[in-house]
């Protein structure tokens, strides 16, 4: 019984340490994809959002489809739509029909800009 309860709590640990690494980088490619004017900026932005949603693969707390969004800016702004198409996609596939909408305008500006190209 306490080998359970030790594996447990364990666990509840790494999850809570992911959780907080995920929202770490949550915040700094956010601040990135912000501030940055270069690509070389917005990549750094992308490899934060990539890290936050691979660490919050596990994690209940974390809004993925946020994350998904906000790379799927970046990779807007550096003109790869198909990769931006791509997270826009994957942001309203992980959303309640309430939240899709800014999702919905990302992923029809994604479209806009493909066309113009």
């Known amino acids: 019984m ?3 309860k030790k594996d ?3 666990f509840d640990k790494e999850n809570i340490d992911e959780a907080k690494e995920a929202k770490h980088y949550l915040a700094e490619g956010r601040s990135k994809l912000e501030k940055s004017r270069t690509n070389e900026g917005l990549m750094e932005a992308v490899d934060c959002f990539t890290i936050a949603i691979k660490k919050s693969a596990t994690c209940q707390n974390i809004n993925l489809n946020s994350i998904y969004h906000l790379r799927g800016q970046a990779f807007l702004r550096l003109g790869n739509y198909e990769r931006a198409d791509k997270d826009f996609n994957e942001a309203i596939h992980l959303s309640d029909e309430k939240s899709k909408i800014p999702y919905l305008n ?5 479209k806009i800009e493909v066309s113009a190209g």
């Open 8 to 10: 447990k709590s364990s």
């Open 106 to 110: 990302s992923l029809g500006k994604c």
């Open 2 to 4: 306490s080998r359970k």
